[in-house]
């Protein structure tokens, strides 16, 4: 068994779909149902900590600006790429 049951470090794009204007870097110790980690956000450039129950979709609420911070599934953003022919 590993450490963790769920891993993501991703970056997250702002409106004007800066790729890297953002970043989120969390975990989920196994046997927790915790997301634990830090993120910055893309709109306004805060950055926090995340301390909040695991579910899925994974939105992480911004305390900068309180924006909702939302994390589409990897398979779903190489689809949305795939679909603009990248
Ligand atoms: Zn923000």
């Known amino acids: ?22 970043h989120v870097k969390a975990f989920v110790k196994t ?3 915790t997301l634990e980690g830090e993120y910055t956000c893309p709109d306004c450039g805060s950055s926090g900590k995340i301390n909040q129950a695991f579910r899925r979709p994974l939105v992480i609420k911004c305390g900068g ?8 599934r990897l398979k779903d953003s190489i689809k949305a790429e795939k679909r603009k022919g990248l």
């Open 1 to 22: 068994m590993g450490m963790f049951s769920f891993v993501t470090n991703r970056t997250l794009p702002d409106k004007a779909g800066k790729e890297d204007a953002g």
């Open 31 to 33: 046997g927790s149902t």
């Open 65 to 72: 600006c309180g924006e909702s911070l939302r994390l589409p």
